[in-house]
């Protein structure tokens, strides 16, 4: 079996990494294979895999089967019935609520919200819902261990400001799965893009997109829901 390290996928090149690479020849070679066997044989965790075994059957170049596991893919990536349909989806087919808090709040704000909304990030905005920052929660886990004054702090000393990853609820699905990958985060913000004056563009939020949604996207597909 030939495997081709870039695929045409949505618009978008897609080129495989050498470890998705190493996926596909196991799972060819060994088929039916776990994702526990192939991550033992690659001496990494299941959880490091996870995104690398989703976009390789997003993509189709592998298949799988609850259960069972993971099988070469039954025809050529061009003709994969499951590429086709999830080239036409876009990020406004499957983004989510985003969960904010304000720029305003705290380090113990954003701590509750954590556990109240059951999320791995939070996306701070100001009044207007403007983009200003992601908190994730291992940024805050950082910051309290062992330091009890830290409820109070503002959460703009915690948050990441600069080069944060977006997307467009226009953009393609694979897009955003690709940036959830190469970016390695669990959700990525859905903005709106609004040009000011001075050549200044202010990101209105209005959604996200989780590796748990892209997730449930993958088995809806695989399972045929």
């Avoid at 030939?2 to 690479?21: A, K, M």
């Avoid at 069972?68 to 025809?75: K, L, S």
């Avoid at 305003?104 to 100001?126: K, R």
């Amino acid at each position: 079996m030939i495997i081709q390290r870039e695929c045409f996928f949505g618009g978008v090149i897609i080129q495989l990494t050498t470890r998705q690479l190493e996926i596909v020849r196991l799972v060819t070679s060994q088929a039916p294979i776990t994702g526990e066997q192939i991550a033992e044989q690659l001496g990494v965790s299941r959880p490091t895999i996870r995104s690398d075994l989703s976009l390789l059957v997003m993509l189709g170049y592998i298949d799988a089967k609850p259960k069972v596991g993971y099988f070469p893919a039954p025809t050529a990536v061009q003709d994969n019935v499951h590429v086709q349909k999830l080239a036409s989806l876009k990020v406004k087919d499957v983004q989510s609520r985003a969960i904010i808090v304000s720029e305003t709040s705290t380090v113990g704000d954003a701590v509750v919200t954590l556990f109240l909304e059951n999320v791995g990030s939070l996306i701070v905005a100001d009044e207007e819902g403007s983009l200003q920052g992601v908190v994730s929660r291992k940024d805050l886990l950082k910051v309290t261990l062992g330091n009890a004054a830290a409820a109070s702090m503002p959460i703009g000393m915690v948050m990441t400001r600069s080069n944060l990853a977006t997307v467009d609820a226009e953009d393609d699905v694979v897009e955003a799965a690709r940036k959830l990958i190469y970016n390695e985060v669990d959700s990525l913000p859905v903005v709106r893009k609004h040009e000011l004056d001075g050549n200044k563009t202010r990101l209105e939020v209005i959604g996200r997109i989780t590796k748990t949604s892209m997730t449930k996207l993958l088995l809806e597909f695989v399972l045929g829901h």
